[in-house]
Nanobody, 127 residues
Framework: VQLQASGGGLVQSGGSLRLSCVAS????????MAWFRQAPGKEREFVAT????????SYVESVRGRFTISRDKPKKTVYLQMNSLKPEDTAVYFC?????????????????????WGQGTLVTVSS
């Protein structure tokens, strides 16, 4: 399975960006996809996740109300619409996919729940 993320860039504080991540590479079941991010000098953190079949979403508190995760099932693509961006949102954003559903919902914000990762796309928010 390969994940290709795109859409990052430089934006002013208060601006918007939409990230995309396409999954490819043969036959696989998608149970959920997620976005994580890693700011300079910090550990990677959970941002948002979406159930592939039920579309249920979950967000880290710091982005709730500003970011929206969505998916296009036929295109095997997950999106992250980011509005009202802040300088503290500056990070490399990674998409991830869960293809074997080994973990229950309490683990969905943890990296261990995801089997494959994209290469990351850089988002820089200037003040």
């Amino acid at each position: 399975v390969q994940l290709q993320a795109s859409g990052g860039g430089l934006v002013q504080s208060g601006g918007s960006l939409r990230l995309s991540c396409v999954a490819s590479g043969g036959t696989f079941m998608t149970h959920r996809m997620a976005w994580f991010r890693q700011a300079p000098g910090k550990e990677r953190e959970f941002v948002a996740t979406i159930g592939w079949n039920d579309g249920r979403t979950s967000y880290v508190e710091s982005v709730r109300g500003r970011f929206t995760i969505s998916r296009d099932k036929p295109k095997k693509t997950v999106y992250l619409q980011m509005n009202s961006l802040k300088p503290e949102d500056t990070a490399v954003y990674f998409c991830a996919i869960d293809v074997d559903s080994r973990y229950i919902s309490s683990y969905y914000a943890q990296e261990r729940a995801y089997d494959y990762w994209g290469q990351g796309t850089l988002v820089t928010v200037s003040s």
